[in-house]
Nanobody
Framework: QVQLAESGGGLVQAGGSLRLSCAASGRTFSSYVMGWFRQAPGNEREFVAAIRWSGGTTYYADSVKGRFTISRDNAKNTVYLQMNSLKPEDTAVYYC??????????????????WGQGTQVTVSS
């Protein structure tokens, strides 16, 4: 059974940085795509970034490109989201997601079968 556990959220001032972690367990993830999504109150869950575990190809939403970096540590089975130059509009609950069959639809939350519980990120102005 796949389990995803996020950590690293918190309160930070605008312009600051946070690093989110997603510890994955229960499966060999070499064929998986790992994604980060976020959801602010009243909004739909939106794509932030994704990485193919095999090969490390990365994808980003335009709103975070150049500020956020997604990476993975094979030895620790952990995916990271380094968030720099944070803005108040980045405030949301951030979720880690995983699926082996995403292929090209990595931006769509509905194609991911496995989700973490979420971690709150709050950016003050």
């Amino acid at each position: 059974q796949v389990q995803l556990a996020e950590s690293g959220g918190g309160l930070v001032q605008a312009g600051g940085s946070l690093r989110l972690s997603c510890a994955a367990s229960g499966r060999t993830f070499s064929s998986y795509v790992m994604g980060w999504f976020r959801q602010a109150p009243g909004n739909e869950r939106e794509f932030v970034a994704a990485i193919r575990w095999s090969g490390g190809t990365t994808y980003y939403a335009d709103s975070v490109k150049g500020r956020f970096t997604i990476s993975r540590d094979n030895a620790k089975n952990t995916v990271y989201l380094q968030m720099n130059s944070l803005k108040p509009e980045d405030t949301a609950v951030y979720y880690c997601a995983a699926d082996p069959d995403v292929i090209l639809r990595y931006r769509e939350a509905g194609v991911y079968d496995h989700w973490g519980q979420g971690t709150q990120v709050t950016v003050s102005s």
